[in-house]
């Protein structure tokens, strides 16, 4: 059964959020994390999975008219993790989510998905980052997006780091 955190807003007023998940030792989870409503939103979020965990990620967007939303999403991945990060952006007039995954230790493995829809007027941004520390690691990253209608606009940007330290990569 997922976990929901539900993020609404109906304010003008910028607001920020620092959210902090940590998946315990061979714990096996799925957080979904629902943003609605309308407002301006400047978000931090941690996430460290412990040795063995195994963790679904969830970001939706779906922002009134009118909203932006700046969301940075971390990641630490212990020995031998799953780590599935998916984001969704359907909503808001500016969205950019900026997540990075840190592959720090042994047999850590990342699957990052996203999907985004932008309707005229809308700017949505997405800018995934996988760091390749420690030896026999995995990740994989796959976004798709549509945009319909004047003035819709996406960047995607993806970046992948693989340090000495990190032989028997997989990307």
Known sequence: QPSFIRIGLDSTAAQAIHLVITAKSHSN???VLDHQGQGVLGEN????LE???ALNFVSIQDWKKGSTHLSNQFAK???DSNF???VVSLGGDLVRVTPAVYLSSQGASVNMYGVYLA???QYFE???YVDHIAPNCISNVAYKGA?????AHTVWVGDVLIRESATGTST
């Open 29 to 31: 989870s799925t957080i």
């Open 77 to 79: 991945l212990g020995r």
């Open 147 to 151: 945009l319909q209608g004047k003035g």
């Open 51 to 53: 040795d063995g965990a």
């Open 84 to 86: 599935k990060h998916v």
């Open 45 to 48: 979020v941690e996430i460290i």
């Open 126 to 128: 997405h800018r995934p």
């Open 119 to 121: 309707n005229a007027g």
